[in-house]
């Protein structure tokens, strides 16, 4: 025969069971929206003016230094390579490496991913039972001229027949032990919707870490790019000193032989300080570049002077490059998928407010050991305890039903946030190559005008020293020879940071591209 005691001691056994079965039976219901992932809308092709022959409309002139070959633009696949490979700067590459160490902004975002990841372990703690202990003591005393206390007074007064009276001590003491348990199972799928939101919300930190970093290495790569084209104004610039130096010194000669005048001289000495002045504003550029490149490592202003002072030029650009089709943008756009995972974020949520409109069965149980005197504390007699399931059932909350409307429009704003980061890229995107071609263009021009000023120079030298043209003409070639050699400079500058500028529309480097689930990162 069982007795009373067997039967309370399997009843918490036969609650789990019944609750582990209903848990089981609802397991696959889940209310709410389900997250479908958007289909981009995205043209099929790039524009043809921007993926054409940067120079095909017009030929260029024959001049003596052929101008420098211009990159193709294709929709071929893109190298599964880092995009800086294609500039052959083992310098630049070694930036890049060290930047995605030791970059702040880098490191931050890493623990803004801890901290979703964190977030997500407390959300799904929901799965699970709480179980909570306590051990307590109390010295409690009942007012007498209280209804309460005036019944227990006049209890403590009477006599049973043939023994002794009641006793209700007052003030009495109070030792308990217990412990509390309670679980919630999940029949709508609350807790589940609320962990795959958190899931989301990781992802859009994870997304958010490599928008970061596409960002600092594109503004590492532009930066360094940026000093070695000041290195380049301040190398023309000298080289243009030394040469309106030798043209002073041919002028005094010659103003000492009565060939030319004094004026000649003065004009000789003007154009030399006005070259002269532009020097500090080329080193002033270099230290500032420097300092940057310096910060976007994660180190003191001029750490990186000794590695970065002696001169270089400008990064060559690749001959090809390839950059995809218009749909690839949102694989690889860490902007574009972290829209889609706040928007996926927007409508586990929503699946959330629903859950909250529907029961929530609550399994408790409470017990443990409860004594007036310590010593009788952990006897069987001074044992107490409940369990049983607890049903809320939400009849009538205006709040709920408004919060379902509230996260319903959350996922619409989502919804355009998707579209609108769609629509950006493809604009940026756009935008890059159409400055990439006009800069090639504008560049090798300028390359073919700087081997003709040269040539110019020359002749007109030769004319001056011969007493066949004045010093103005001469003044005048090399005048613009200088302005043609800097805008050349800025021109190739240019293009070089248009390249970057149109890697960083597309996403980056691919080699970046990370498509890990968040379950499978935690």
């Known amino acids: 025969m069982i007795t009373e005691s067997r039967r309370q001691r399997r009843l918490p056994v036969t609650c789990l069971l019944a609750a582990g079965a209903l848990s089981g039976l609802f397991a696959g219901c889940a209310v709410g929206p389900n997250f479908v992932p958007p289909t981009p809308q995205t043209p099929a092709h790039w524009s ?178 940026e000093l070695r084209g000041a290195q380049s104004r301040l190398l023309v610039a000298r080289e243009n000193l030394a040469t309106l130096d030798e043209l002073l010194d041919l002028t005094r000669q010659r103003r000492a032989a009565g060939l030319t005048t004094h004026i000649d001289v003065s004009n000789s000495i003007a154009q030399a300080s006005v070259t002269r002045a532009q020097l500090p504003a080329y080193e002033l550029q270099i230290t500032q570049s420097i300092n940057q490149l310096s910060q976007l490592l ?80 952990i006897e069987w007699a001074s044992r107490f305890g409940s369990i049983g399931p607890t049903l809320d059932l939400p009849i009538f909350d205006r709040g709920r039903w408004k919060t379902v409307r509230l996260y319903d429009v959350r996922a619409q704003q989502a919804t355009l946030s998707y579209q609108r980061a769609v629509l950006n890229a493809l604009h940026e995107v756009e935008g890059a190559l159409a400055a990439y071609g006009a800069d090639e263009q504008r560049r090798a021009w300028l390359d073919a005008t700087v081997a003709q000023n040269r040539e110019t120079l020359s002749l007109s030298r030769q004319r001056y020293e011969s007493g066949l043209a004045n010093f103005i003409e001469v003044l005048d070639a090399e005048r613009t020879l200088q302005q043609n050699q800097l805008s050349l400079v800025d021109s190739s500058t240019a293009v070089a940071t248009d390249l970057v500028r149109l890697y960083r529309a597309l996403g980056g480097g691919w080699q970046t591209g990370e498509h890990a689930s968040p379950a499978d990162r935690s």
């Open 48 to 225: 043809a003016r921007s993926t054409s022959a940067p120079a095909a409309a017009q030929p260029l002139p024959a001049t003596p230094s052929a101008p420098p070959p211009m990159s193709a633009i294709s929709e071929q696949s893109a190298p599964p390579a880092a995009w800086w490979a294609g500039f052959n700067d083992p310098l630049l590459t070694s930036l890049l490496e060290r930047g995605q160490s030791s970059n702040l902004d880098l490191r931050a975002a890493v623990l803004r991913i801890e901290e979703a990841r964190a977030q997500r372990d407390v959300t799904a703690a929901g799965y699970w039972p709480t179980l909570s202990a306590e051990a307590s003591y109390s010295r409690q005393r009942i007012s007498e001229t209280t209804p309460t206390g005036s019944l227990l007074s006049s209890v403590g007064n009477i006599r049973l027949p043939g023994g002794g009276g009641i006793s209700i001590p007052n003030p009495y003491s109070q030792y308990q032990l217990s412990a509390d348990a309670s679980w919630e199972i999940d029949l709508f799928g609350r807790i589940r919707r609320a962990v795959e939101a958190a899931d989301a919300s990781i992802q859009v930190s994870v997304e958010d870490r490599r928008a970061v970093l596409v960002s600092v290495l594109a503004d590492v790569a532009q930066n360094y790019i």
């Open 298 to 377: 994660g180190r003191e202003p001029e750490a990186l002077r000794s590695e970065l002072d002696s001169v270089a030029p400008v990064p060559p650009i690749p001959p090809d490059v390839p950059i995809g089709l218009p749909a690839d943008l949102a694989r690889r756009r860490p902007d574009i998928r972290e829209a889609e995972a706040n928007l996926h974020a927007a409508t586990a949520q929503s699946g959330v407010a629903i859950a909250d409109l529907f029961p929530r069965l609550t399994l408790s149980a409470m017990g443990g050991f409860q004594s007036e005197t310590s010593s009788s504390l």
